[in-house]
């Protein structure tokens, strides 16, 4: 019975194959540049847990404190500085976390 040749003595036969086709038709491979690697997305942070809620309560605040004011009264402000009479120097211990517009 015939034994099938090792894998070592056919990437030799392989190997001496292509050797004479490339010496014969040096054309015959092409080699090509290799293609770039994507471009990473850019870094975007995403709001904390935290950042949400503290920014949520900010909200929820700032609607009870617009809702205690009289809207009618002579002596009340105009809505644009009404929506900011509530500041973070009203409540001691908060602090303002970086602004983020993905919400």
Same mark, same amino acid.
């Given at each position: 019975?015939?034994?099938?040749?090792?894998?070592?003595?056919?990437?030799?036969?392989?190997?001496?194959?292509?050797?004479?086709?490339v010496?014969?038709?040096?054309?015959a *491979?092409?080699?090509?540049?290799?293609?770039? =690697?994507?471009?990473?997305?850019? $870094?975007?942070?995403r709001?904390?847990?935290q /950042?949400?809620?503290?920014?949520?309560?900010?909200?929820?605040?700032?609607?009870?404190?617009a809702?205690?004011t009289p809207?009618?009264?002579?002596t009340? *402000?105009s809505?644009?500085?009404?929506t900011? =009479?509530?500041?973070?120097?009203? $409540?001691?211990?908060?602090?303002?976390?970086? /602004?983020?517009n993905?919400?």
């Open positions: 019975m015939n034994t099938p040749p090792s894998k070592d003595a056919l990437r030799e036969f392989l190997a001496s194959k292509f050797a004479e086709a010496e014969q038709n040096p054309d *491979v092409v080699l090509y540049a290799a293609e770039r =690697a994507p471009d990473p997305k850019p $870094y975007v942070k709001p904390t847990v /950042e949400v809620a503290f920014k949520r309560e900010l909200e929820k605040m700032r609607d009870h404190q809702d205690k809207a009618d009264s002579a009340s *402000v809505p644009a500085i009404r900011n =009479a509530l500041s973070l120097d009203d $409540y001691p211990g908060l602090v303002q976390p970086a /602004e983020n993905e919400f």
